[in-house]
């Protein structure tokens, strides 16, 4: 239609004119709550896509985290977003809260591990994840991996706290307010979370380890989490901890443009600077490896075709389906 429309222009001897920029692709990031370190990681990855992938648009919605994801990404409501490497499994097999209702995506990458940390105030009394027991305390974001991760964890461990539910900037303040003795949030690497740095900044706070028998029987009960000993440091006076944890990573559409797919993980892998900034804890990590074994569900095909280009080994279990 361009070739016919210049022709005609040369035709009618007509001054050669500008023909309209070709429409971008509009993507739509699903991260997190606003309040979290993820979502500034999610802006950094938005400002990176449209940087470095021709023809796209993308930006950043707030989201109730990995659960609200997947569901999003089914209904088409979003192109990508936050989903922890546990709970990508469950929904891809139709386990857990996608128990009997399988929800299809596509693996991107793998960007950090996450210690879920339990969080309490240290006036609260409590010294052990058993004294958690009737206690006002909040197990995550609601619909959030952490959430349901946690509510698992906890069923499993015999404690029965009496859950609170609120989005993460209400949690903070309920915890600072002593309205709740804490939560559990995700941390960055062996670092806490930017909401629990901020609470600390009010009141005095500890975090919970499990022992050796609890870190057993998660492992046993658990296949696709895995136990962190996270070394001292977490914080200002934190000793070490022990605590279950799993990956963050980023999943797509399905049906996700192969190039686009290609394009930012081109984008993701090569990238030095911007999502470092983002996310200290990223600082030398090497996001292709971490993606292949981490990864717990197909990848899209056209991470598969960077990948291979760049001779990584993709596990069987990764490679997605042929048509």
């Known amino acids: 239609m361009k070739r016919a429309f210049i022709a005609a222009v040369a035709a009618c001897g007509l001054a050669a004119v500008a023909l309209p920029a070709a429409a971008k692709d509009k993507l739509l990031i699903g991260a997190s709550s606003a309040s979290s370190s993820q979502y500034g990681y999610f802006v950094a990855l938005s400002q990176l896509i449209n940087s470095h992938v021709q023809n796209v ?6 989201t109730g985290a990995t659960v609200d994801n997947l569901r999003r990404i089914e209904r088409k409501q979003i192109d990508l977003g936050l989903v922890t490497t546990n709970v990508g499994y469950q929904a891809y097999v139709g386990e857990g809260p996608f128990e009997g209702k399988k929800t299809d995506s596509r693996l991107l990458f793998v960007y ?27 197990p995550g974001l609601k619909g959030s991996a952490t959430e349901k991760t946690a509510e698992a964890v906890f069923k499993a461990l015999g404690i029965a706290p009496e859950f609170v539910r609120g989005s993460t900037t209400d ?100 990238d030095k600077t911007v999502q470092v900034a983002a996310l200290s804890s990223m600082k030398g990590l090497d996001l292709m490896k971490l993606t292949v074994s981490g990864g717990t569900v197909p990848l899209h095909p056209g991470v598969v075709r960077y990948l291979k280009e760049h001779n990584v080994a993709i596990p069987a279990k990764l490679m997605p389906k042929m048509n």
């Not at 648009?57 to 707030?62: A, G, I, L, M, Q």
């Not at 006036?123 to 004294?131: E, H």
């Not at 915890?175 to 062996?190: E, F, L, M, Q, T």
Request: no cysteine; glycine share 6%; charged share 25%.
């Open 57 to 62: 648009d993308s930006s950043v919605v707030e």
């Open 112 to 138: 950090s591990n996450a210690p879920q940390n339990v969080i309490v105030r240290n006036d609260s009394g409590v010294k052990s994840l058993a004294d958690l027991k009737g206690k006002r305390f909040n």
């Open 171 to 270: 949690i903070v303040d309920a915890v600072k307010d002593n309205r709740v003795i804490g939560y559990v949030k995700s941390g960055v690497g062996d670092k806490l979370d930017g909401s629990s740095m901020d609470i600390a900044t009010f009141t005095p706070v500890k975090v919970l380890s499990l022992s050796p028998e609890q870190k057993k029987l998660i492992a046993d009960k658990f296949p696709e989490l895995s136990v962190a000993d996270v070394p001292a440091g977490a914080a200002d006076g934190v000793p070490a901890y022990s605590t279950w944890s799993f990956g963050l990573a980023v999943h797509a559409r399905p049906d996700l443009s192969d190039e686009i797919a290609y394009q930012i993980a081109k984008a993701v892998f090569e």
